[in-house]
């Protein structure tokens, strides 16, 4: 299971740097909900802002703002998974 | 003392929650030097992906040739000759004025200075919403710094250079969501604006509903070398609020852009 999980993770880092962002992205959700503690979805929202952040309107300096995004993504559908029947 | 394992749960969920938001603001005030060594780092994997992938685009782009008919070949590359032909006349005579006018502006008394330019591939261009942002294949090694305009073609200003690593740069985009820059609408008259930039090349623009502007006017960057900045696209005069708002576009498409052209900031030598 572990080994499956680092797969899906290294094909996730190529795809961050090679397919659109919204396919990179309803991957990563994707799975969030299939693993346990998936906070490799922060650790995404980090490469995106290393990877092309720059700064954003009248900020000085690049700001991390998906990883901000990504975290405050990672709490709500942590509390959200709770809810579904197929976790209970 | 009984403990109950939903308290025990719930008093680690919101620690967890804590923390994650904590870590969250800290590094968003003081991520700066991280996110540069990162991609400095991550640059000698993505790098050559990035290459690898736009080797495969252009092989996969020259495929549906090979399925084409040779009359509507023939037919395309008569029209393509006809319309390079054009616009080489086009060019030489912006060439003439851009010299007439650089001449008109020696004889104010403005000498001007000599840019030198480098021309750089792009190896990724802005896919990530917030970031409209260029990668390109040319870092410190090639002499460029933060700050450096930098042009697709020879006369559309894109942006400027926002970081520099050893073998790669960031580009900034002007018209990236946010970012103000200040341009003069050259039309039936001239008119200082700030235009504001609304993502994929697109800038946005609030004048008086009084001003005269049409569909086809340039947006140029003050300066000797007036550099375009966009063309407008669309008009609509508010009634209520006594405005008018501009929409213009870059004049091609930055997704498309293979190669774009930085000019080099001159060195300062200090003499101490």
């Known amino acids: 299971m572990l080994w499956n999980r680092l797969c899906f993770d290294l094909i996730i880092f190529v795809g961050v740097v090679i397919f659109s962002w919204w396919l990179v992205v309803s991957a990563i959700i994707y799975f969030f909900f299939l693993y346990e503690s998936f906070y490799e979805l922060i650790f995404f929202g980090l490469l995106f802002d290393t990877l092309y952040g720059v700064q954003i309107g009248y900020t000085q300096v690049a700001r991390p703002v998906l990883f901000v995004i990504s975290v405050l993504l990672y709490i709500i559908l942590a509390r959200f998974k709770q809810y579904l029947r197929f976790y209970a | ?272």
């Open chain 2, 1 to 272: 003392m009984s403990y109950r394992q939903d308290n025990l749960k719930k008093t680690k969920n919101i620690k967890v929650i804590v923390v994650l938001i904590s870590i969250g603001v800290l590094f968003y005030f003081f991520s700066e030097p991280i996110l540069s060594v990162g991609f400095g780092v991550l640059s000698y994997v993505t790098n050559p992906l990035w290459r690898v992938e736009n080797d495969i685009n252009d092989t996969m782009s020259s495929i549906p040739v090979f399925l084409r008919s040779q009359q509507s070949l023939t037919v395309e590359n008569r029209a393509l000759r006809a319309k390079i032909d054009y616009v080489g006349v086009q060019l030489e005579s912006m060439d003439a004025i851009r010299k007439e006018n650089q001449d008109l502006i020696r004889e104010m008394g403005y000498v001007g200075k000599n840019d030198s330019t480098v021309l750089v591939s792009v190896l990724t261009g802005p896919n990530v919403p917030p970031y409209d942002s260029l990668v390109v294949d040319a870092g410190i090694d090639s002499g460029l710094l933060v700050g450096d305009s930098v042009l697709y073609a020879d006369n559309v200003l894109i942006g400027e250079v926002s970081q520099v690593f050893s073998h790669s740069a960031k580009i900034k985009l002007y018209a990236g969501n946010g970012v103000s820059t200040d341009v003069i609408i050259s039309g039936k008259e001239s008119l200082h604006a700030v235009a504001e930039g609304f993502g994929s090349g697109n800038y946005y623009i609030e004048l008086p509903s009084s001003s005269l502007i049409s569909k086809g006017d340039s947006l140029v960057v003050p300066g000797s070398n007036s550099y375009l900045l966009g063309v407008v696209e669309y008009t609509q005069i508010d009634q209520t609020t006594a405005s008018q708002k501009v929409l213009a576009r870059s004049p091609f498409n930055i997704k498309s852009a293979r190669f774009v052209r930085v000019i080099k900031s001159p060195k300062i030598n200090v003499v101490e």
